[in-house]
């Protein structure tokens, strides 16, 4: 993770992140500590297949730990307002591509972003097309499948 860089977050994904630090650090450190310690128990540590993958569980867990600190304390707050005519981080955004249902997507940042449950990043192609756009405009992005347009019916 680049050090430094703002990590866009909603009062809700910062919690989330927060849990899952606070878990991270206060249980499953116990768990891999102890997976450690028994593997120890097995003898020579050098050829102990157990040993090696609670180490390597190990580098895992504090790896995701530094992940989880560094994007907690560069968190920006989105605070949508809703008072915004063009899309801004955290606006719900409903679109349509024409020949298909409208679909409507948060606008949130990466470390949030899954777009199966409708959550976006600004930094994806559909979510960089639509910022600061209003309603009623067009917007184009590329797709592997080839460029698509859709048209913005509602921002909440």
Known sequence: MIMNQETYLTPDGRD??????????SVRRVEVADAIREAKLDGDVS???????????????????????????????????????????????TVSE???EPESYAIVGSAEANPGDGR?????????????????DRVSFDTPGGPVEVEILAIE
């Open 47 to 93: 050829e102990n297949a157990g040993y090696e993958e609670a180490k390597r569980q190990q580098a895992f867990l504090e790896g995701r730990i530094m992940t989880l600190e560094g994007m907690l304390k560069s968190a920006v707050l989105i605070q949508p307002d809703g008072a915004s005519d063009n899309v801004v981080l955290g606006s719900q955004v």
């Open 98 to 100: 024409e020949g298909f």
């Open 16 to 25: 989330k992140l927060q849990s899952e630090l606070d878990y991270l650090t």
């Open 120 to 136: 976006i990043s600004n930094e994806s192609p559909l979510g960089k097309a639509l910022m600061g756009h209003r309603v009623g």
